[in-house]
C-alpha cells in the first residue's frame, strides 16, 4: 500500500507547525512544498512525518548518529531569523538537504555546509533532482563555517551545539542573524544572535531538546 505523504504533509504543518506560533506565511508555504520523504533515507521514508527528529545517519566509526530536525522547532528557528527574499545563507549540518530545501524557497541563495560526505552527496541529488538551483553544498567541518563565500545575512545551526564558536558569528554581515539550539536535552536553548558593528548579542527565544551537531562539544575541564 502506498503511502499518501501529501496528506501527512499537511497534518505536520497543520499539526506541528501551525499549532507551535508558526505564522510566517512564507514558511508554512515552502514546508507544504517540499517533500520531506525526498529527504529521508529509504529505509525511513514511511516515518517522512514524524513529529520528532528522524535518524537520517546511524552512529558509525565513533561518529554520533545524525538526524532530520524536528519540523516545529525547526520551523520555529526559521521565524525567528527573520529571512528575507534577498538574503544569502548558511546552512550548517544540512543532512540530506531537507533544511536547505525550505531554505531555497525562503532566501536568494543557499550554501549547505555538511561534513559527512554520503550525507552532502544525498543532498547534492535530492536538490538537483528537484529543481534546487539556488542551493550549493559544500563538505567541510561544521564548527569552522564556510568562510569562502561569506559574509552572510543569515547562518542556521541544525542541531543543538554546546557553545557557538566565534568563527561564525565572524561570517555574518552587519545585522547579521545566527540562530541555533545551545545545551543539550531539555536544558536547550533556541537562540537568536544578532551583529552590530563588531558585538554580537544574543537572548534566548524558546526552550528546545533536539539531537546534537557533531565538532561542537565543549573541551571537558581539567578537575584537580
Do not use: C, W
Not at 520555529?76 to 536547505?100: C, E, H, S, W
Not at 552527496?121 to 563538505?139: I, S, W
Not at 545575512?153 to 545585522?175: A, N, R, W, Y
Amino acid at each position: 500500500m502506498s503511502v499518501d505523504f501529501a496528506t501527512q504533509r499537511l497534518r505536520m504543518v497543520d499539526g506541528q507547525v501551525r499549532t507551535t506560533d508558526v505564522t510566517s506565511l512564507e514558511i508554512i508555504d515552502a514546508m507544504l512544498a517540499v517533500p520531506r520523504e525526498d529527504f529521508v533515507p529509504a529505509r525511513k521514508r514511511a516515518l517522512s512525518y514524524v513529529d520528532e527528529d528522524l535518524e537520517i545517519a546511524p552512529a558509525l566509526g565513533g561518529n554520533r548518529p545524525r538526524f532530520l530536525m524536528e519540523a516545529s522547532p525547526f520551523a520555529k528557528m526559521l521565524q525567528m531569523a527573520d529571512i528575507r527574499p534577498g538574503d544569502f545563507v548558511l546552512d550548517v549540518g544540512a543532512g540530506t538537504g531537507y533544511g536547505a530545501a525550505i531554505l531555497s524557497h525562503l532566501a536568494s541563495s543557499v550554501v549547505a555546509l555538511e561534513s559527512d560526505t554520503t550525507l552532502a552527496e544525498h543532498a547534492t541529488t535530492a536538490l538537483q533532482r528537484l529543481g534546487y538551483d539556488n542551493v550549493a553544498v559544500v563538505n567541510g567541518e561544521l564548527n569552522k563555517g564556510y568562510p569562502t563565500q561569506g559574509p552572510y545575512d543569515v547562518i542556521v545551526v541544525e542541531g543543538s551545539v554546546d557553545e557557538v564558536p566565534q568563527v561564525m558569528f565572524d561570517q555574518l554581515k552587519e545585522h547579521g542573524r545566527l540562530v541555533a539550539v545551545v545545551g543539550r536535552g531539555n536544558s536547550g536553548s533556541a537562540r537568536l544572535y544578532v551583529r552590530e558593528g563588531k558585538t554580537v548579542s544574543g537572548r534566548p527565544v524558546f526552550n528546545a531538546a533536539v539531537q546534537p551537531l557533531p565538532g561542537f562539544d565543549k573541551p571537558a575541564a581539567f578537575q584537580f
